[in-house]
Structures are given as C-alpha cells and as structure tokens.
C-alpha cells in the first residue's frame, strides 16, 4: 500500500468517526431544542433517550446507503446476487427445453439464453472475483 493509499484510507476513517460525532451531537442538540419549545409535551428528561433512539435509528440508515454504495453489504442481501440467480436459471431452463424438445434450433435462438447467462455472471464476477472497479 503507498503512502497515498495509507492516507486516503485514514483520511476516510478520521472523516468518518468526525461525521458520526457531528451527527450526534447535531441531533442532540435539535433534540434538546425541540424539547424546550413550550408548544409540545416533550419533557427535557426524554431529550436524551429520544436522541439516542435517532442516532441509532440514522446510523442504521447511514450503514445502509454506505454498504450499498461500496457494494459491501452481506451477500444474501446483494440484489445483484439475486437477479443474477434468477437469470441465470431461468437461461439455463430455456437451454434445458431447447435441448430436449425434438424440434431444431437456430444459431440466434440459442444465443439469447447464452448471452443471458453471460451477462448475468458479470455482476457475480464483479461481487466475488474483481479486486477493482472497471477502467481503474
């Protein structure tokens, strides 16, 4: 790893952990504000529970959208996984009843599911195999 790697690297862990704080606190504080408003029920004492039920609720989110940009999330939840199964079969069963009927193919007919099947190993390829984003 270069110097340069190393650096981006902490750079995103240190921009990280100083967006959490900030969201924290920024929530805490948005709470405390609201609790103080004399329109609503909301007592001061709850401020800090609520607070905390929101940042977890937003850290969720926020793993979520990150997990999904960085195509990281669990493998049984990547819908790319998913639809590529589903192609991938549903090829595979069109070159299944070619193969078995009694009636004679053309070249383009089987190049549909082939070409199916193809694309649909592209995404697994990229989730299990590739170190790095195309053209990089």
Not at 9 to 33: N, P, Q
Not at 34 to 50: C, F, G, Q, R, T
Not at 75 to 87: D, E, I, P, Y
Request: no cysteine; hydrophobic share 45%; aromatic share 6%.
């Amino acid at each position: 790893m270069t110097n340069a790697q190393k650096q981006q690297f902490l750079g995103g862990l240190i921009a990280g952990a100083l967006v959490k704080k900030g969201v924290d606190l920024a929530i805490d504080k948005a709470v405390e504000k609201v609790a103080k408003k004399p329109n609503n029920s909301l007592d001061k004492s709850d401020a800090p529970v609520i607070a905390a039920e929101i940042q977890a609720e937003v850290q969720k989110e926020v793993q979520a959208r990150v997990e999904h940009a960085t195509d990281t999330e669990p493998h049984l939840s990547s819908r790319n996984l998913w639809g590529s199964l589903v192609g991938i079969i549903t090829a595979a069963e069109t070159i299944r009843v070619f193969w078995t009927d009694d009636t004679v193919q053309s070249f383009a007919e089987w190049m549909i599911p082939v070409g199916v099947i193809v694309t649909a190993l592209t995404p697994l390829y990229s989730r299990f195999i590739a170190k790095k984003p195309l053209f990089r």
